[in-house]
């Protein structure tokens, strides 16, 4: 069955960067975009962006153009999204999810649990 | 960038009984949209695509209907592991976007 297992939580200093990752299992990763997707309490689910691990093209929400660079290892069925300069804005739940293609765009199909970072001095 | 109205935003209900969650979108997506659910320590899941199909899984006491720019969730006969928050997404134009969601609890 299809999984994906994000990384532990993060407690970072502002200024700084982190990396989280996404191990999927239970399909062919390279044939699948992997998508990730932000939410902070009060505001909702924001779309950051996809990679597609069969040849690494990515495509990110405009927003979060130089905040979030995504990456996959195809050896290893991971994907990650490193989030940079970190400010308190950025403290949120980091979802990964398995985009599904269909007529205009993706919607997502399988959801990782979701990866809290926390940006705290 | 498309937004996305759901409403409300807490509905409480008792089991057994039908709700309908609503979602508009500020412009036209045709039937680009899909349903999550979300519950505590749990992957969210998704529930419905292209406004009305129903995902493999998806017990038949949830629909879909809309096209266009508005939609609605129904669940009918509600049972207890429906409480839960419920969000669209729009996949018609980049970025993709959320609705704000529902938190549907029991009366």
């Known amino acids: 069955q299809v999984q994906l297992q994000q990384s532990g939580a993060e407690l970072v200093k502002p200024g700084s960067s982190v990396k989280i990752s996404c191990k999927a299992s239970?399909?062919?990763?390279?044939?699948?975009?992997m998508h990730w997707i932000k939410q902070q309490p009060g505001n909702g689910l924001e779309w950051i962006g996809w990679?597609?691990?069969?040849?690494?093209?990515?495509k990110y929400n405009q927003k979060f153009n130089g905040k979030a660079t995504l990456t996959a290892d195809k050896s290893s069925s991971t994907a990650y999204m490193q989030l940079s300069s970190l400010t308190s804005e950025d403290s949120a739940v980091y979802f990964c999810?398995?985009?599904?293609?269909?007529?205009?765009?993706?919607?997502?199909?399988?959801w990782g649990p979701g990866t809290m970072v926390t940006v705290s001095s | 960038d498309v937004q996305m109205t759901q409403s409300p935003s807490y509905l409480a209900a008792s089991p057994g009984e039908s709700v309908s969650i609503s979602c508009k979108a500020s412009?036209?997506?045709?039937?680009?949209l899909a349903w999550y659910q979300e519950k505590p320590g749990k992957a969210n899941k998704l529930l419905i695509h292209?406004?009305?199909t129903l995902q493999s899984g998806t017990p038949s006491r949830f629909s879909g209907s809309g096209s266009g720019t508005d939609f609605t969730l129904t669940i009918r006969s509600l049972e207890f592991e429906d409480f839960a928050v419920y969000y669209c997404?729009?996949?018609?134009?980049?970025?993709?976007?959320f609705g704000s969601g529902t938190k549907l609890e029991i009366k």
């Open positions: 292209s406004g009305s």
């Open positions: 990679i597609y691990p069969g040849n690494g093209n990515t």
């Open positions: 239970g399909y062919t990763f390279t044939s699948y975009d």
């Open positions: 999810a398995r985009g599904y293609y269909s007529s205009r765009g993706w919607y997502f199909d399988f």
């Open positions: 997404q729009q996949y018609n134009e980049y970025p993709l976007t």
């Open positions: 412009k036209s997506i045709s039937n680009n």
